[in-house]
């Protein structure tokens, strides 16, 4: 009888181990995966702040080009134009459109972060992606 109570306890002390080991496992999961959530939060506010400029460059830099083309079909139209006939004085508008230059979003991304130059590898150290692949293999 003293052996079934021994081995009653064992199982009841091992269950408790085991519980406070899955409880510590599960607490340090959840704090990785907060710190991962933070670090996805700050690349994907990084990253839409990136898309968003470059879509607003390339989105000024197109409606130039289209006010350029216009311009120069206007000027091509000026030269049937007969208002130097009958005044001399007027000059019109002759500014040209100044074309930005075309945006590049690789630009854009190495003046936010230049310290980090693009690498090949999947695994970086220090990135979520790293860490992922860490863990698996």
Known sequence: MAEIWKAAAITVGGSIVSGIASSKKAREERKN???DRKEMTRDDAKYSSILSR?????EDYYN???RQRKQRG???FRQFSTVNQFAPQ???DNTEIVLPER???NKIMDEVDPQKAPTQGAKKSGSLLGKVLGKIF
Do not use: R, S, T, V
């Open 64 to 66: 130039q080009l289209n």
């Open 33 to 35: 995966a907060k710190e």
């Open 90 to 92: 007027y000059l019109g």
């Open 103 to 105: 945006p590049d979003i």
């Open 54 to 58: 470059f879509e607003a460059e390339q």
């Open 74 to 76: 206007l000027a091509q």
